[in-house]
């Protein structure tokens, strides 16, 4: 997939395109069935399947509210999709400043060739949102662009949108917005020196921030799943396996003094090689990501290092529990 930054370097191709509108910020079920649609009448009608969706990380409050999906991970979902172009602007002027007849005529129907819009139920578009989908049908009628509107995407009874699991994930509830999404909610972090608390105990961690932009998930302990290229790549097909793991996102309030800001720390609990096991630490460049499967139980204190040890074990037993692995856990002494 291309993706363009600058929408304006783009050429449109002469045979047209499907153009798919909307934030996508979560590229959810929703999203997805919004996206596999325009790609499905790109495909039919042979032309080039187009999205347009400005940069997360630059509309208002977005990293006040803490992103579903960063950029740089939409941009992958929309290749996934079978999206062709991603025109990708930062939200900002001139274009937002662009009204809703301007932006329809200007750049969908005279310098996109867009013969093919696809949109939610709920969009707007235009300065101070002053176009929406009954203004889009009117206006693309006339045009001779044919529109379609996506109606809203219901799972178990409740309507997919990106606020409902960001609420969802600040519960705790994982599972669910894992439903809502599609897939497991991740974070992509870099590892940095921990305590070396974990290794003492008999269950080592890998240490990481928690990455700036993303939604925070309740403080707790979790199953979970984690990769990076120095824990397991093919040396023939380069593919990448995630790894299953226990891990605690929060403060570590049995240790003196608990941290001041939350980290999450992850176990892994299947056998990983010989050489990353004795490994102390991770260069901090290296991407580790972190898929959150289910929520095991709230963070809580213990009044000693043994009670701490005995616990972990059962967190882990219930995470392969959870994640559906086989084997027995050393003894945890719980």
């Not at 798919?20 to 649609?37: E, N, Y």
């Amino acid at each position: 997939m291309r993706e363009y930054r600058d929408i304006y370097e783009w050429t449109a191709p002469r045979t047209g395109c499907t153009i798919a509108l909307g934030r996508f910020d979560g590229v959810h079920l929703g999203h997805r069935s919004l996206l596999d649609r325009a790609v499905k009448l790109a495909r039919t009608h042979q032309l080039t399947p187009v999205c347009f969706s400005f940069q997360e990380s630059t509309y208002p409050r977005s990293n006040g509210l803490g992103q579903l999906t960063t950029d740089d991970e939409k941009v992958e979902l929309l290749e996934q999709i079978g999206m062709e172009v991603l025109l990708h602007p930062r939200f900002e002027s001139p274009l937002v400043d662009m009204s809703a007849h301007d932006f329809l005529h200007s750049m969908l129907f005279e310098r996109w060739l867009a013969a093919i819009v696809v949109a939610g139920y709920d969009f707007h578009f235009g300065k101070n949102r002053q176009g929406d989908i009954d203004y889009l049908l009117s206006a693309g009628k006339d045009l001779g662009i044919k529109i379609e509107i996506i109606s809203p995407f219901v799972a178990d009874g409740e309507i997919v949108k990106a606020t409902r699991i960001r609420e969802l994930l600040r519960d705790g509830v994982v599972d669910r917005a894992n439903a809502l999404l599609g897939r497991p909610y991740s974070v992509r972090v870099h590892p940095v020196r921990g305590r070396g608390l974990g290794r003492e105990i008999g269950f080592p961690t890998i240490n990481f921030p928690w990455p700036d932009l993303k939604v925070k998930v309740l403080p707790g302990i979790y199953a979970v799943r984690t990769g990076s290229e120095a824990l397991d790549v093919d040396a023939i097909s380069g593919s990448r396996s995630l790894k299953d793991g226990v891990a605690n996102f929060g403060f570590q309030p049995t240790i003196d003094p608990p941290n001041r800001e939350p980290v999450l720390e992850v176990h892994i609990l299947d056998e990983v090689p010989p050489r990353i096991a004795e490994l102390s630490e991770f260069p901090p460049d290296m991407v580790f990501t972190v898929e959150f499967i289910d929520f095991i139980r709230p963070e809580q204190r213990f009044d000693s290092i043994d009670e701490l040890r005995a616990q972990i074990g059962r967190d882990c037993d219930k995470a392969r529990q959870l994640l559906g692995t086989r084997g027995s856990l050393r003894d945890s002494g719980g």
